[in-house]
Antibody, heavy 118, light 106 residues
């Protein structure tokens, strides 16, 4: 079964750092671009970041550029998102997603909640 | 960035109705348009990719159409289990962008 499982979310103060992890199973991670998408509770979906199959290319949404870093370990089958200088507005569920055929996202992980609050 | 606009924002339907959700892109996305369903408390799930390709396991009452800037998700004979929020997403450009969502209550 193709599966993505996120971990690492929690409550953090503004200005703090958090590292999210995504464990992939059931497919060859090295064959896919991987992304992070976030969702403020009760709101819509916002793309955050992506990383190429070999990790050589990364892209970020303007709102997180310079603060977030995406990485991957194709041997350990994991994708990570290091989030620094966290802001209240970063509070959201963070989903790890696999890109298929340079197009759609499937599957999505179950999401991990990041709450930034003092 | 390509802006995606869905309408309506919400709708209420009776079992067996045909429901149509539209998605408009601020510039052409060719057929790089996907539809996702998100049920309460769950992660989104892809329903339709590349404008009109039904994903494996998705009931045939779901269909997608359109190209360029205007797209439609149709649910023919809506069922209670179709109550969810539906999102369109363009996959032509980075950043990948989503519509604001359409809440469907059956």
């Amino acid at each position: 079964e193709v599966q993505l499982v996120e971990s690492g979310g929690g409550l953090i103060q503004p200005g703090g750092s958090l590292r999210l992890s995504c464990a992939a199973s059931g497919f060859s991670l090295s064959s896919h671009w991987m992304h992070w998408v976030r969702q403020v509770p009760g709101k819509g979906l916002m793309w955050v970041s992506r990383i190429s199959q070999d990790g050589s290319t990364t892209t970020y949404a303007d709102s997180v550029k310079g603060r977030f870093t995406i990485s991957r370990d194709n041997v350990k089958n994991t994708v990570s998102l290091l989030m620094n200088s966290l802001r209240v507005e970063d509070t959201a569920f963070y989903y790890c997603v696999r890109e298929v055929a340079a197009n759609w996202f499937d599957p999505w992980g179950q999401g991990t909640l990041v709450s930034v609050s003092s | 960035d390509i802006q995606m606009t869905q309408s309506p924002s919400s709708l209420s339907a009776s079992v067996g109705d045909t429901v149509k959700i539209t998605c408009r892109a601020s510039q052409t996305v060719s057929n790089y348009l996907n539809w996702y369903q998100q049920k309460a408390g769950k992660a989104p799930k892809v329903l339709i990719s590349v404008g009109s390709t039904l994903q494996s396991g998705v009931p045939s009452r779901f269909s997608g159409s359109g190209s360029g800037t205007d797209f439609t998700l149709t649910i023919s004979g809506v069922q209670p289990e179709d109550s969810a929020t539906y999102y369109c997403q363009q996959s032509l450009n980075i950043p990948r962008t989503f519509g604001q969502g359409t809440v469907v209550e059956v």
